[in-house]
Nanobody, 115 residues
Framework: QVHLVESGGGLVQAGGSLRLSCAASVSIARLNVMGWYRQAPGNQRELVATFRLGGSTNVADSVKGRFTIPRDFGKNTVQLQMNSLKPEDTAVYSC?????????WGQGTQVTVSS
């Protein structure tokens, strides 16, 4: 069982930055995949950015060049650094990870970008 706890959401003006953090209850070096998804009202959940244990990173085209996914293996955390935020980035952002058996989700954190 893996527990994920997100923090760092909030309200920001367009063009601003926010940094989300996701703390895992296990060593993230044991996880196959870890990253961030988001869901805006009326939309399906979509991938934002993930990384695999082997090191490859997958970033959505809509945020490429603006968002990065730093991680700290010592603290078992993964962040989502969001720069140049746009109103269309407004959504609930959820942390996700996958081990050999299943997928786990955090509770989600709201990010609202005002124009």
């Amino acid at each position: 069982q893996v527990h994920l706890v997100e923090s760092g959401g909030g309200l920001v003006q367009a063009g601003g930055s926010l940094r989300l953090s996701c703390a895992a209850s296990v060593s993230i070096a044991r996880l196959n995949v870890m990253g961030w998804y988001r869901q805006a009202p009326g939309n399906q959940r979509e991938l934002v950015a993930t990384f695999r244990l082997g090191g490859s990173t997958n970033v959505a085209d809509s945020v490429k060049g603006r968002f990065t996914i730093p991680r700290d293996f010592g603290k078992n955390t993964v962040q989502l650094q969001m720069n140049s935020l746009k109103p269309e980035d407004t959504a609930v952002y959820s942390c996700n990870c996958q081990d050999d058996w299943r997928s786990y989700w955090g509770q989600g954190t709201q990010v609202t970008v005002s124009s």
